[in-house]
């Protein structure tokens, strides 16, 4: 089996089941609980809390732990709307964003909230200086993602948090799930006010994540019940997850520095041989990608043959977001770039991790090169 669907999810490493398997039977008390079992398994989540915030550049009461990227965006976004209502109504994002960030978005107008959304060039990228001119009076939230998740285009987060300092009365918000270990940023010193992070996102386990909330700020809770996680995150706490979670996260950070030189020498390869393939056209940036994503189309072909023709060969890759991978719909985000409905339809999206090998590169680019043409001369479209 080769798996280049890395950005829709990660293989949890051996250490980290390891770790939550000795959390979920040793530390099983609920650390809401006053007895010794309660108080062991507390102490261990509040270790796995401080992990976390040192990893991240951040105060460990910063740390709010979540069942992942989609709860932590939601929380986010509608926490600061609710929360600071009254302070204005409107909201800033890009039209290029992560589906829990765009839905949570479309809620909130429903609720009387208005939000512009930001245009992006050809290669997915906001302009910092439109993200400025957007902003008004009543602008409580930016919330721009760091890396998008199909194309793999890095925004200049620092730029627009630079710029946003200027406007201390509106908070600024990143999805940090897709650079959180290939392009990391310290939250002390990168300027934004909010980011998310989610576990399974760097070999940990599904179901955890990260809210990095900024000391001071105020967020309205998605949950209501124990006030748990400083009030915020309401429901018993996921001990062994985010043990888990704190040890994928501090495995992937000693393997830095090797995870991006050997991901970046994979996508070199994989795009000079794309770049020789007829009838492919790469969407993802040349300059100022992520390095574990490629995203490239095909027009006139269907994304889903060319998944199902890899996928009887044990080559495992996607679409778009495996958020919405499963709508017969052509790639939001493509089109958003104004690249055209036939790439927007006809893009698939290919992942890697550290564990990606030389050899399943290899074998990926000799597949693609037996079944895209063979394709084409079926659909009538080759030379």
């Given at each position: 089996m080769i798996y280049l669907d890395n950005s829709a999810t990660t293989k949890p490493w051996p250490e980290v089941l390891e770790a939550y398997q000795k959390a979920t039977q040793t530390y099983f008390g609920n650390p809401s609980s006053l007895h010794?079992?309660?108080?062991?398994?507390?102490?261990?989540?509040?270790?796995a809390r401080q992990a976390v915030a040192k990893l991240l550049g951040a105060h460990t009461e910063e740390i709010i732990f979540t069942s992942?990227?989609?709860?932590?965006?939601?929380?986010?976004?509608?926490?600061?709307?609710?929360?600071?209502?009254?302070?204005?109504?409107?909201?800033?994002?890009?039209?290029?964003?992560?589906?829990?960030?765009?839905?949570?978005?479309?809620?909130?107008?429903?609720?009387?909230?208005?939000?512009?959304?930001?245009?992006?060039?050809?290669?997915?990228?906001?302009?910092?200086?439109?993200?400025?001119?957007?902003?008004?009076?009543?602008?409580?939230?930016?919330?721009?993602?760091?890396?998008?998740?199909?194309?793999?285009?890095?925004?200049?987060?620092?730029?627009?948090?630079?710029?946003?300092?200027?406007?201390?009365?509106?908070?600024?918000?990143?999805?940090?799930?897709?650079?959180?270990?290939?392009?990391?940023?310290?939250?002390?010193?990168?300027?934004?006010?909010?980011?998310?992070i989610s576990g399974h996102k760097f070999h940990g386990l599904k179901g955890t994540g990260v809210l990095v909330k900024r000391k001071g700020i105020r967020l309205s809770p998605l949950f209501h019940g124990g006030g748990q996680e400083f009030g915020v995150r309401s429901g018993?706490?996921?001990?062994?997850?985010?043990?888990?979670?704190?040890?994928?996260?501090?495995?992937?950070?000693?393997?830095?520095?090797?995870?991006?030189?050997?991901?970046?020498?994979?996508?070199?390869?994989?795009?000079?041989?794309?770049q020789t393939l007829e009838g492919a056209v790469i969407n993802t940036p040349v300059k100022d990608s992520a390095p574990h994503i490629v995203n490239v189309s095909f027009p006139t072909l269907k994304p889903e043959v060319i998944i199902q023709a890899l996928t009887k060969k044990g080559i495992h890759v996607s679409t778009k977001s495996a958020c919405s991978s499963k709508e017969n719909q052509p790639s939001a985000v493509i089109e958003a770039c104004g690249l055209g409905k036939e790439r927007a339809e006809s893009a698939i999206r290919i992942s890697f991790s550290v564990d990606t090998t030389e050899a399943e590169v290899e074998e990926l680019i000799t597949q693609l090169r037996m079944i895209i043409p063979e394709m084409r001369k079926v659909m009538g479209v080759a030379k």
């Open positions: 010794r079992l309660g108080t062991e398994a507390d102490t261990l989540f509040q270790k992942g990227g989609t709860e932590g965006n939601n929380l986010a976004i509608k926490g600061i709307a609710f929360a600071y209502q009254t302070r204005g109504k409107h909201l800033i994002t890009s039209t290029v964003e992560h589906p829990s960030v765009l839905e949570a978005f479309r809620y909130l107008e429903t609720l009387g909230f208005e939000v512009t959304y930001v245009p992006v060039d050809q290669e997915g990228r906001v302009n910092p200086r439109h993200v400025e001119e957007a902003v008004r009076e009543d602008t409580t939230l930016v919330s721009i993602v760091h890396v998008n998740n199909e194309m793999g285009t890095i925004q200049p987060i620092e730029e627009i948090s630079r710029r946003l300092k200027k406007y201390p009365k509106l908070f600024f918000h990143t999805d940090h799930v897709q650079g959180v270990t290939h392009v990391p940023f310290s939250f002390r010193d990168i300027g934004v006010d909010l980011c998310t018993t706490e996921n001990v062994p997850g985010m043990v888990a979670l704190a040890k994928a996260l501090r495995i992937t950070r000693e393997r830095q520095r090797e995870t991006k030189e050997k991901i970046l020498t994979g996508k070199k390869r994989l795009l000079e041989a794309l």
